[in-house]
């Protein structure tokens, strides 16, 4: 009997549109044993919607990653166990591939490693920003090449924290995706280059006053801020309360503010605040950031 945690994440972090991402100390996991029928039960706070069967998202990436390496479909018991707010922009999904494809990989006696486990992840959930943080945890970077796609871990433990700030309301990605103009200005291209490189220099050298400037973007926050009703005014909040930098997680509604550990009591409040006024019902969660990305352990 083993357990998979795997990670909730937040994609973009402002201008690191479908690349930048990092890993975040709220966990979904999946407990696995060996039954006979084959079984699924749910815990945790997140249940609604999701089906205990053969339909299920981590079961039939358990399969597709059986088949992919020809290994016989095992009968077992699995126990979910969701923390990880579905359709909010922390990942839920690629946490369902990424954890079904660790707990497939460790039932067949490990035969993948990390990095092909993500080129796997990534051809399922086409989104290496939200999959390659799950998988390896820290501050990551993903580069699509032609020869798959390169995960870089910028900061395995960096020294912040996060406030997440997530409303009551759904929002689908390809929903969000859908209102983005198909091209791109080549002036809010270079913005977003500068900026992306400004805060991937932020990281590495841990040069964290550098963020506020560079989670600046023009490809997709602003023009999703219709969907998130207050989202500009709550980012700018959290910057006033302390925040070293602010943002749109993944493709929201969910915020993320980037905050030393003494201005977490101030910007929590401030972006609930601000939230609130206009008319959103939100959770607040302060959270460390998660360094290993999915694990398995024997239990
Ligand atoms: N980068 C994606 C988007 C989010 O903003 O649409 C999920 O990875």
């Known amino acids: 009997m083993f357990r998979v945690k795997i990670p909730a994440t937040s994609a973009n972090l402002g201008p690191g549109f479908d690349c930048l991402g990092l890993a975040l100390q709220l966990y979904n996991s999946i407990i696995v044993e060996p039954s006979r029928p084959f079984k699924i039960s749910l815990t945790g706070s997140y249940q609604d919607g999701i089906p205990a069967d053969e339909s299920n998202l981590v079961w039939r990436t358990m399969c597709h990653f059986w088949k992919l390496i020809h290994y016989p479909i095992p009968s077992v018991a699995l126990t979910f166990e969701?923390?990880?707010?579905?359709?909010?922009?922390?990942?839920?999904?690629?946490?369902?591939?990424?954890?079904?494809?660790?707990?497939?990989n460790a039932l067949a006696g490990s035969p993948y490693s990390k990095y092909k486990?993500?080129?796997?992840?990534?051809?399922?959930?086409?989104?290496?920003?939200?999959?390659?943080?799950?998988l390896y945890g820290g501050v990551t970077l993903s580069i699509p090449t032609e020869g798959g796609m390169i995960p870089r871990v910028l900061s395995q433990t960096p020294n912040f924290k996060a406030v997440v700030v997530i409303p009551n309301t759904l929002l689908n990605t390809a929903k969000a995706r859908g209102i983005l103009p198909p091209d791109v200005s080549r002036k809010d291209a270079v913005f977003n280059i500068s900026h992306a490189g400004l805060l991937i220099e932020a990281f590495i050298r841990e040069e964290y006053s550098l963020l506020k400037e560079g989670m600046r973007d023009l490809l997709h926050q602003n023009q999703r801020a219709v969907l998130i009703p207050g989202m500009l005014e709550t980012l700018e909040a959290a910057f006033q309360a302390g925040a070293y930098g602010a943002a749109l997680s993944g493709s929201g509604p969910t915020l993320i503010a980037l905050i030393p550990e003494n201005s977490k009591i101030a910007v929590t409040r401030e972006m609930l605040n601000v939230m609130e006024q206009h008319g959103s019902n939100p959770q607040a969660l302060v959270l460390d950031i998660d360094s290993c990305g999915a694990i398995h352990s024997i239990i």
Do not use: K
Request: hydrophobic share 45%; glycine share 12%.
């Open 82 to 104: 969701n923390n990880i707010p579905p359709s909010r922009g922390l990942g839920s999904s690629s946490a369902a591939i990424v954890g079904g494809l660790v707990a497939a």
């Open 117 to 134: 486990l993500l080129q796997i992840a990534n051809a399922l959930e086409g989104h290496p920003d939200n999959v390659t943080p799950a």
